[in-house]
DNA sequence: AGATAATATCTTCCGTGTCAGATATATTCC
DNA sequence: GGAATATATCTGACACGGAAGATATTATCT
């Protein structure tokens, strides 16, 4: 049985065959899987009440370990959306009182986002139904193939500055 | 030199030991990394005046060969969009001049996407380049690799059903 | 110190997508 | 044939992110 992509290049080779459209059986194929693991890992960060741009943040903070705290800056750079979608996304998990905004000590420029209690007990809570979830999606390979698939990808991603 | 990911898990096994993190060297890396590809795929669009969404449209008529039309029904389920998803692709296209929507003989709820002359040598010209573009993308790779990583993509899409 | 540039964050506007429901047409069952 | 249901598409409200510019604060240079 082939997949989607495999169709696809069947009829390009067909319709374009003075392109090498080999390429795709890569880039298509991750980025639909992208979409599609996209869609499996929001399911569970929606059975805690969260989207994917909070649990980022939520993550992103409590990962770093106590205070639990970054510059609006550093979250953007961590987490790869511009300053404005940090600033929304802050915004968001203020009203929901999982951070807090403070003033940066010295520099009156930066600020502090910092994890409350309740944003730590919840992300540790979704962070753990979050890994269980990806454990069940890589479930499909071997050890071997798990690592396999994770030295292609960091050779791609150190190479593409990724 | 560690990636991104790299440094992220180790926080994450300081953080949290009693989780295995092992997963995110998957699926955080293909996260990011479909992140990164899409930004770089999209400036190929970009140069030939199309954004994601209408070279989307545009490329699935196109393979589809001559008559090069499709449902907006089938449109949706090749691209993984919604229903109103791609009612505004299509419009967006249309106002352009690349696609006409008729009437499907026969079932009068249906409609046919047709690519017009204009927009079938418009997308013959982008993906040209685009396939140009991914071949520039996957040179990091051997040819061993590019295969083994097809055939672990394709082993997943099958699973998951993408 | 004052002017200029740099940095950090926020605001505003816009584009695009999803979701739920509206509409139009077709099919089924009596 | 008529009612109920199914299917295909479109519409409208809303959510979210990007880009450019506004604002606030700090650093640098003279």
Redesign the pocket.
């Known amino acids: 049985m082939a997949d989607h992509v495999s169709t696809v290049m069947a009829q390009w080779e067909q319709e374009r065959p003075d392109l090498d459209v080999t390429p795709q059986a890569v880039i298509a194929r991750l980025h639909r899987l992208a979409l599609r693991l996209t869609d499996e890992l929001v399911q569970v960060y929606a059975q805690h009440g969260l989207?994917?741009?909070e649990f980022d943040v939520l993550a992103t903070l409590r990962r770093q370990g106590a205070p639990y705290a970054l510059?609006?800056?550093e979250l953007g750079e961590q987490t790869m959306?511009?300053?404005?979608?940090?600033?929304?996304?802050?915004d968001?998990c203020l009203a929901q009182g999982w951070v807090s905004?403070g003033r940066?000590d010295e520099?009156?420029?930066?600020?502090r986002i910092a994890l409350t209690e309740s944003g730590r007990e919840l992300i540790d809570a979704a962070f753990a139904d979050h890994i269980a979830n990806e454990h069940r999606l890589l479930a499909v390979f071997t050890a071997t193939e798990r690592r396999s698939l994770a030295r292609l990808l960091e050779k791609w991603a150190e190479q593409t500055g990724a």
């Open positions: 989207g994917e741009g510059t609006p800056k959306v511009s300053s404005g979608a940090v600033t929304k996304r802050v968001r905004r940066r520099d009156g420029r930066g600020r």
